[in-house]
Nanobody
Framework: QVKSEESGGLLVQAGGSLRLSCVIPGRAFSRRAVGWFRQAPGKEREFVAGIGYPGGSLYYADSVKGRFAISRDNAKNTLDLQMNSLSPEDTGVYLC???????????????????WGQGTQVTVSS
């Protein structure tokens, strides 16, 4: 199974910014929904941001809306997440994945996605 590869995670201070990148191999990248999720220790994996397919609508968790921006480059099979105004609550392992066609509701669900990567650690210090 195709696996994604994330990069860009770092230790940053509260209020800082980070840009995460992800490569999702495969020739069908442009015809897939893509998403970023995160998982903090002892917590379930949660949706952060996604780009739906078809249509390309952008979706964000309420907790990151206005601070994070997701983007994709279909020519390079890459998915980015620009994160601004980071807070300690944003700490976690960030994972990207490609998935099937989805809606505003289902794009937020882990079951829609496959090709998960190992994740990249983001730590925000107060």
């Amino acid at each position: 199974q195709v696996k994604s590869e994330e990069s860009g995670g770092l230790l940053v201070q509260a209020g800082g910014s980070l840009r995460l990148s992800c490569v999702i191999p495969g020739r069908a990248f442009s015809r897939r929904a893509v998403g970023w999720f995160r998982q903090a220790p002892g917590k379930e994996r949660e949706f952060v941001a996604g780009i739906g397919y078809p249509g390309g609508s952008l979706y964000y968790a309420d907790s990151v809306k206005g601070r994070f921006a997701i983007s994709r480059d279909n020519a390079k099979n890459t998915l980015d997440l620009q994160m601004n105004s980071l807070s300690p609550e944003d700490t976690g392992v960030y994972l990207c994945a490609g998935g099937a066609a989805c809606t505003a509701v289902t794009c937020r669900m882990t079951r829609v996605y496959d090709s998960w990567g190992q994740g990249t650690q983001v730590t925000v210090s107060s």
